[in-house]
Each structure stands twice: as C-alpha cells, then as structure tokens.
C-alpha cells in the first residue's frame, strides 16, 4: 500500500477512536451534574423546615384561637348574667327591707292592740269587784287613772330622746319599756339601744353588759352582729386589743356577708389580726 493509503487508514482510526470518546465523556460530564444536583437538592432540603410539623402546630394555634374565643363569649354570657343576678339581687333586697319595715309596724301595732285589750280587761276587773265591793244603790265613782303609753308610743320617745342626745332619759325610757313590755316586738331593740347609750357616754364597761345582753336574750335578733361589733369597739376603746379582736372575729364568723363584717373586717386590719 502507498503511503497516502496508509494515511488515510490512520486518518479512519483516528476519526474512528475519537467518535467513540466524545459521547463517554459527555455521559460523565452529565453524570457529574447530577451528582451536583443531587447535593444542592439535598442541602435545600436541609434548609427548609418541617412544613408537617408546622401545619400541625397551625391545626393546634387554631383549635387554641376557637377555644379563646368560645371562651371569651361564655365570660361575656357570664358576665351579663352575673350583673342581671346582681340587679336582682338588689331588688329583692330593697324588697326584703320594705318587708321587713312593714313586719316591723305591723309587729308595733300587735303590740299596741295586745296591750289596749289587757288593759281594758284590768278595767273590767277592777270595776267589776267595785261593784261588787259597793253597798247596794251607792254610785261608783271611779278615779281617772293616769293614762299609760302604749308600747310604740314610749319606744319611739326613748329613741327620740337618744336621737337628740338625751341619753340618761332614753336609757331611763328604754329600761321603762323593757319593764313594761318584756315580750314586745322592739324588745331586742330596746335593749340594744340602752348599749348605744352607754357606748356614746363612753361607759364602755357597761355597753359591754348591756349589748352582751341583746346577744345573751335575743340570739337571732337583726340586732345582735351590731351588738357584737359594739363590744369588740368598746374593747378596743378600752386598750384591751385581745378581747376587741376576739370579739371582732366572732362578728367575722358568725355574720359572715353582714355589713358589720366588713366593719369588722376593716376594723381588724388597723390594729391587726
């Protein structure tokens, strides 16, 4: 073979090794870049977070929200009802007191018409052994007997004379009232304002024993936690601070939501508990 024969034979091998290179090489070239692929697909992955675990904390943030909110309108609903209870509860106070006022008058009145009828029965009586104490054919003759108040009467000139600062007349009037009708309605009453007397005279000891009766012989008198009250002041007043604690705790106790446990309440953080 001539030598340009030759040269073409090698120009054929060349041509023909370099055919078969040029797709290897591209094959390893795309197989590099997915490779890189891969690794920046991965570090992405890496960096972006859990969007499960944040759609469950959503789920929960939403279910909490709800929750608030069905919350917030039951404390609104309780509210409203509270202050309606509130309301209520005022009315059927100022009822109860207008009650208890006209309990009060009428209790008075009972008191005046027991009274008006025994004395009329003693009248009778006293003139019915008169009559029969007389000689036949004589006139009676009756003498007017000094005319004795009523029940009501002499309990609301004893609180006057206390309401104008008359208190030896109003203690003398309450005690006449007590003598005089022991079972009336305003017995309690009576007896507790004898002690207010005291106390405004500054006779401290005896305010003591006076209010200690109201709670001794009326236990379930209205009077009773302001006489309790009184005796814990009075204990106070004089420098006896364990026994006016003592006192004021009872009221505390055994009154509980009366406007003299929050007197005594406050009384008990001044000079402490």
């Known amino acids: 073979m001539d030598m340009p024969g030759k040269t073409y034979l090698v120009i054929i ?18 197989r590099n870049e997915m490779n ?15 969007l499960s675990g944040i759609e469950k904390r959503q789920d929960r943030l939403e279910t909490d929200i709800k929750g608030t909110t069905d ?7 309780l509210g409203a009802k509270h202050d309606q209870l509130m309301t209520d509860l005022q009315i059927m106070q100022g ?9 009060k008058e009428l209790a008075q009145k009972l008191d005046d018409k027991t009274y008006k009828l025994s004395e009329l029965g003693s009248r009778v009586e006293q003139l019915e052994n008169k009559l029969k104490s007389q000689p ?23 609180k006057n004379d206390y309401d104008k600062g008359n208190f030896d007349l109003a203690i003398a009037g309450f005690e006449n009232y007590l003598k005089q009708f022991p ?9 507790y304002w004898v ?11 005896k305010a ?50 009366s406007k003299e446990a929050v007197l005594a309440k406050e009384k008990l953080k001044k000079i402490g508990k």
């Open 13 to 30: 091998a060349l041509l023909t090794l370099t055919a078969g290179c040029v797709p290897q090489a591209e094959v390893v070239k795309l």
């Open 36 to 50: 890189d692929l891969r690794s920046d697909v991965k570090e992405v992955k890496g960096r972006v977070p859990d």
């Open 71 to 77: 919350l917030q309108a039951s404390l609104a609903d």
């Open 95 to 103: 009822k109860l007191e207008e009650n208890n006022f006209r309990m």
């Open 136 to 158: 036949s054919g004589t006139a009676a003759q009756e003498k007017t007997a000094a005319k004795t108040p009523e029940p009501s009467e002499a309990y609301h000139q004893a």
């Open 183 to 191: 079972d009336a309605s305003q017995a309690d009453s009576a007896q």
């Open 195 to 205: 002690g207010e007397c005291y106390y405004s005279k500054k006779e401290y000891s």
């Open 208 to 257: 003591i024993e006076e209010f200690s009766r109201v709670i001794k012989n009326h236990p379930k008198s209205e009077k009773a936690p302001g006489a309790r009250l009184k005796i814990g002041y009075s204990y106070l007043n004089e420098k006896n601070n364990a026994k006016a604690k003592e006192n004021l705790n009872k009221v505390v106790k055994d009154y509980p939501g």
